[in-house]
């Protein structure tokens, strides 16, 4: 008797020790990466298939569209928002100056707080000499004396704008000499509603910050943009630059208050287009434009926690009753609520949850193994994603490798800025952090609509 105990406890012992291992043993961990895998994956299908579509349309082999001047030349309002750039508004003015358009460009630089912004109202006013020279070039400088924001300053250049394009552009983003021209080969199509202009970061070589941005830039702008505009699933239109139907614009009733103008319209114009479905939103990747990121990690944080912010408010406060297919169309409201509202708001609890779980119950060395499988998998995820790019959308072939250097430390960059969209979301949650954006002034937000 006194051995079958003994044979019973070496069993129990032995069946403790091999579930104990089992708990510890990083293949558990494999079991929740489907989760973050597969809700990766099937965006990386689309995003890719849509850039080999565009390569087909464009024609295989070739590295310039076809046709790259337009049959007519329309006027073209440019709405350049400035705020405190100072000098830097003169890049922007002359490169719109610049522009091989043979068409009428007109510029309109709204001086958000002009009374406080004299540098910057003075070197907006320093440009008007160099317009006048030019017959198909005008600038109209309009000083706001009081802060309104941003959605006071586009509306009151959408006001004064009397091209059939209106181009909402930043003031500190200079533009390539064929922007306008390449933009309105894409508005003939009388389909295309409005579209993203292309984004480049101009001072990439600053700073370990700048060189990542420039590649997240071309990953999911310059890339992820043409993928998903092949689908018809563009999911926002830059702020920094963005192009439109100045009619349809206005028939929507211009931008809204509040912060995140950029996305907020969007989600409008995809309502549009549910009511008039052969109508698109499209991208465009020969247009470019040049910003400057933030150049320091703490600047770069600052610039996201408000960014991951505005989306909680976008999609959870302002929106979330009219992402429906009645609305928006089922494929507009299924990519929305999966690559929008999950992938901006959910997924960065499931990460960061995670995170805190296993290297908080696991052994260390265990820990560091699912970490190393991690990045491996997201590392060969990202290189099959910018090698896709490369060969179907880049025409700067070497400017593109030169980005992709930082490809080994991207996996890294991201699974930080989750951790961050983590923060901005519950300071958004518990504190209404969009009210004290630097994008429009307190008593403006606060006297718009509560969500």
Avoid at 258 to 284: N, V
Avoid at 374 to 384: P, Q, V
Wanted: proline residues 4%; contains cysteine.
């Amino acid at each position: 008797m006194r051995e079958l105990d003994i044979s019973v406890s070496q069993v129990l012992m032995e069946m403790h020790w091999v579930s104990g291992s089992m708990l510890h043993s990083p293949w558990v961990a494999v079991s929740i990466l489907p989760l973050l895998i597969l809700f990766e994956l099937p965006l990386a299908a689309i995003v890719i298939t849509g850039m080999v579509g565009h390569l087909r349309d464009r024609g295989w082999g070739s590295t310039h569209d076809a046709r790259v001047m337009p049959e007519r030349y329309p006027s073209v309002s440019c709405l350049v928002l400035c705020y405190s750039e100072g000098e830097g508004v003169t890049a922007s003015a002359e490169s719109l100056l610049h522009q091989d358009y043979p068409g009428h460009v007109e510029v309109i630089m709204v001086i958000d707080g002009a009374m406080a912004n004299h540098e910057t109202l003075a070197a907006a006013r320093r440009q008007a000499s160099a317009f006048r020279q030019h017959a198909n070039r005008t600038l109209r400088v309009v000083p706001k004396w009081q802060r309104g924001g941003r959605v006071s300053s586009l509306n009151t250049g959408l006001g004064l704008a009397t091209g059939e394009l209106v181009y909402a552009l930043d003031g500190d983003t200079g533009f390539a000499s064929d922007m306008v021209t390449r933009s309105v080969v894409v508005f003939e199509d009388p389909d295309v509603l409005a579209a993203a202009g292309n984004l480049r970061i101009r001072n990439r070589k600053v700073s370990l910050a700048t060189r990542l941005q420039s590649l997240e830039y071309l990953l999911s702008i310059e890339y992820g943009r043409t993928g998903l505009a092949r689908w018809n699933l563009i999911n926002n239109i830059s702020g920094a630059f963005g192009i439109f139907r100045t009619d349809i614009v206005r028939q929507v009733g211009g931008w809204d208050t509040h912060t995140a103008e950029d996305l907020d319209l969007t989600l409008r114009l995809k309502q549009y287009q549910r009511r008039h479905p052969h109508m698109r939103l499209a991208f465009i990747p020969e247009a470019v434009g040049f910003t400057d990121g933030p150049e320091t990690l703490r600047s770069l944080a600052s610039q996201r926690m408000r960014w991951e912010g505005d989306l909680y408010f976008i999609y959870l406060r302002k929106h979330w009753r009219g992402m429906r297919p009645r609305l928006m169309g089922w494929p507009g409201t299924l990519f929305t609520m999966t690559y929008g509202l999950v992938q901006s708001v959910a997924l960065p609890f499931l990460i960061g949850g995670y995170v805190i779980w296993w290297y908080a119950t696991q052994p260390l060395v265990h820990a560091v193994s699912i970490s190393v499988l991690l990045y491996l998998i997201y590392l060969l995820l990202c290189s099959w994603y910018a090698l896709a790019g490369l060969c179907c959308v880049s025409r700067d072939i070497p400017v593109a490798l030169r980005n992709m250097v930082w490809l080994p430390v991207l996996p890294f960059y991201q699974l930080s800025m989750r951790l961050l969209a983590l923060v901005a979301i519950l300071n958004e949650m518990l504190r209404r952090s969009h009210e004290e954006t630097s994008m429009a002034p307190w008593w403006v937000l606060r006297r718009g609509k509560r969500f």
